[in-house]
């Protein structure tokens, strides 16, 4: 596969005025893109966790008014859909692109997971790269730094998983918009997939709950 990255006009879209033109925007612009790399990682994350992948572009099909403010496609080893199950996003807000192993809101798994990331809390602390961030909420830009949380700061943000009932847990890596990396294709497309390989024992750790309970 030629993949050429991602441009400027790429994050461009979330400033597009009005939901049908900037649906129309992601639709041409962004969207071709995500299925390129949907398409791409569907075999590299198979291959990686041992087990059939699909892939599943955001088609923000639920909004009527608000133009989406990101949008992403998302891995996971169900072919009917993702938002349950433990998975993987890459994605764009305006200002960044993620990529990110996810458990959000409709997982069933969340307090389980909760609790035993609190009991791996000392290997997840050291183990996660300090380049890497975390997400309580995926539809929400901000992120939080792993280098400069602490060992319990990160365990409120299990705890949290734990108890909240629209809790989410996300990590992974953000790319400024400006970054060259972005650029080249081939380049990104590496980097996304060291960042995939680094979350593996976190995916793994989910889905085993995940299987378990289901």
Request: negative net charge.
């Amino acid at each position: 596969m030629v993949f050429n990255g991602f441009k400027e006009n790429d994050f461009d879209v979330f400033a597009v005025e009005g939901l049908d033109n900037r649906m129309d925007a992601l639709k041409t612009t962004v969207r071709p893109k995500l299925e390129e790399i949907g398409s791409h990682f569907k075999s590299v994350l198979t291959e990686q966790t041992g087990e059939e992948v699909f892939f599943h572009v955001a088609k923000h099909a639920r909004r009527k008014v608000n133009p989406p403010e990101d949008t992403w496609v998302a891995f996971s080893n169900n072919n009917r859909g993702y938002k349950k199950l433990p998975h993987f996003q890459i994605g764009l807000f305006g200002s960044h692109l993620f990529v990110w192993f996810a458990v959000i809101y409709e997982s069933p798994v969340k307090q389980e997971l909760g609790r035993e990331f609190q009991q791996s809390l000392d290997d997840i602390h050291s183990q996660v790269p300090s380049s890497f961030e975390w997400s309580v909420d995926h539809t929400k830009p901000q992120t939080i730094s792993h280098a400069n949380l602490s060992k319990e700061e990160l365990n409120k943000i299990f705890s949290r998983l734990e108890t909240v009932k629209k809790a989410e847990l996300l990590c992974g890596i953000t790319i400024d918009a400006s970054a060259p990396v972005l650029k080249d294709g081939d380049a990104l497309l590496g980097e996304i997939e060291k960042t995939f390989s680094q979350l593996m024992p976190l995916y793994r750790a989910s889905m085993n709950l995940y299987e378990q309970k289901v």
